[in-house]
């Protein structure tokens, strides 16, 4: 949860965005084995893009709970930014793949790597990521890993 913590506030720091932020990591939540460099790479790329493709004035909520029936946790980031289009959501795993329109109109650089490395990362882990969005609405990340 660290990693959280850490990923969640320098952005904020290093950004000074107006965004409204919360944490919550329910009390059951275990400690996760994990590789931290590769793990903090995997919730600060999330974070990141949350921050990004949400326009000031907006929220992003960062929370960890247990999941006892299949003993692991679920990390879920929600923004209330640009939303992902639905004929991008696909290509949003694949490699170099950035969606112009919002990178123009929120002024993001990058790579379009980000999000094919999380991937891969989870993958190797035995975890799983995937998302949820509404255009214009907002968007949620959830990566569920083993304890
Ligand atoms: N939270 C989000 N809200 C809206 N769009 C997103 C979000 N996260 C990722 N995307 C879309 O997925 C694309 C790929 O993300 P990523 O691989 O991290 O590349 P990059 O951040 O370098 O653009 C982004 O360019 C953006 O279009
Ligand atoms: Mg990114």
New binding site residues.
Partial sequence: MVCLCIGLFSFMLLKLREMVLSLEVKPDVPLIEADVAKFTRVMS?II???F??TPDGGSIEVRASYLPDTQRVLISVK?S????APE?RED?WKRF???EE??LQLD?A???????IVKEMVEMHRGDVWFE?ELGQG?T?FCLATD
């Fill in positions: 790329n990141d893009n949350a990004n493709y923004d930014g640009v939303g992902i991008f949003v793949q950035r969606y919002h990178a993001v990058g790579t379009g790597l980000g999000l094919s969005s968007t990340f």
